[in-house]
């Protein structure tokens, strides 16, 4: 069993940067694959990175080359590095973990969720 909480999320310029955190607490954080997915009003809930218990990672088309999935063991944190931000990024950025052998995209094979954070990019 894990919680989760994400942190970080805030107010920021297109172009600007932001790094959100989500702290894990529970069983060991290091057996999970973790994930960052986001949820904009009105919109489907969208897989944005995963990075699995051995540090393997996968980012959805649309943040690939601009965010970063990062993870450290020893703190029970995953982390994730946003740069380039556009008005699109605006979301709920939730943090996932599942204990699934082999991973996906889809929203039902993770397992555990955090409460979200607000990111909000506007001028």
């Known amino acids: 069993q894990v919680q989760l909480v994400e942190s970080g999320g805030e107010l920021v310029q297109p172009g600007g940067s932001l790094r959100l955190s989500c702290a894990a607490s529970?069983?060991?954080?290091?057996?999970?694959?973790m994930a960052w997915f986001r949820q904009a009003p009105g919109k489907e809930r969208e897989f944005v990175a995963w990075?699995?218990?051995?540090?393997?990672?996968a980012y959805g088309d649309s943040v690939k080359g601009r965010f970063a999935i990062s993870r450290d063991n020893a703190k029970n944190t995953v982390y994730l590095q946003m740069n380039n931000l556009n008005y699109d990024d605006t979301a709920v950025y939730y943090c996932?973990?599942?204990?699934?052998?082999?991973?996906?995209?889809?929203?039902?094979?993770?397992?555990?969720w955090g409460p979200g954070t607000q990111v909000t990019v506007s001028s």
């Open positions: 996932a973990a599942t204990s699934r052998e082999f991973l996906s995209i889809n929203r039902g094979d993770w397992f555990y």
């Open positions: 529970g069983r060991t954080f290091s057996v999970y694959h």
């Open positions: 990075i699995t218990r051995s540090g393997d990672n």
